[in-house]
């Protein structure tokens, strides 16, 4: 969906850097979602904001921190990548006066670390 | 925290046939939703239950939430190739509907 939109698509880093994926809206929604994908474990929470000033830890938050610095942008930070961070990042936005709860997907940064 | 199995992981079926996936949890959920996954795209939302025993139909795909709100299931009559990709449900669990646990997913493959 073109209206989600993650920045890079790709990236190759080496451990201990930092790195910062980006994640931009123009649906208007106030609820942002980071999501990573491995094979055959689905897709695991990182980190949940459903508005501006409210930032919630997911399933797996440890080594990643966020900032909701508009209501349209969301990114995650690695502070010092490791390579088992090795993943597809999915960024998602919702909104919280849709009934059916559906969440937007981004088309994805694939991230690796070596 | 909150768990939700999904099975088969992989199904590989003729086009043509029928295809189900089956998802579980060990808690009362507060809604199922269903995403598909084309190979190389992102998740795209198709569907959530919410009432006890709900069926909802969308051309060939049946959509089912248990009785106890604990299972559901995606039904796929006389698939096609474009019905090719992997089928996640998601949870919410009660009081947290916009919080999604993600099953494991069920990559389905269709051969003509």
């Known amino acids: 969906d073109a209206d989600v939109t993650q920045t890079p698509r790709n990236r190759i880093t080496k451990t201990g850097k930092r790195i910062m994926l980006e994640c931009s809206q123009t649906k208007g929604h106030d609820r942002m979602y980071w999501y990573r994908q491995d094979p055959g474990l689905g897709l695991r929470l990182i980190y949940y904001?459903?508005?501006?000033?409210?930032?919630n830890k997911g399933e797996i938050s440890d080594g990643y921190s966020v900032s909701r610095q508009a209501q349209a942008k969301f990114s995650l930070s690695l502070e010092s990548a490791i390579p088992n961070q090795t993943a597809l990042y999915f960024c998602a936005t919702s909104d919280r006066d849709r009934n059916d709860n559906e969440q937007f997907f981004g088309p994805g940064t694939r991230l690796t670390v070596l | 925290g909150q768990q939700v199995m999904q099975i088969p992981q992989y199904q590989h079926v003729q086009e043509g046939e029928d295809f189900t996936t089956y998802c579980n949890s060990s808690?009362?959920?507060?809604?199922i939703q269903w995403y598909k996954q084309r190979p190389g795209g992102h998740p795209v939302f198709l569907i959530q239950?919410?009432?006890?025993?709900e069926v909802k139909k969308q051309k060939r795909l049946t959509f089912q939430f248990g009785e106890a709100k604990k299972n559901s299931s995606l039904h796929i009559t006389a698939t096609q190739t474009t019905d090719v990709g992997t089928y996640f449900c998601a949870a919410s669990g009660t009081g947290t509907a916009s919080k999604l646990t993600f099953g494991t997913g069920t990559r389905l493959q269709v051969t003509l």
């Open positions: 808690t009362t959920l507060s809604n």
């Open positions: 239950l919410v009432k006890s025993g």
């Open positions: 904001s459903f508005d501006v000033k409210d930032i």
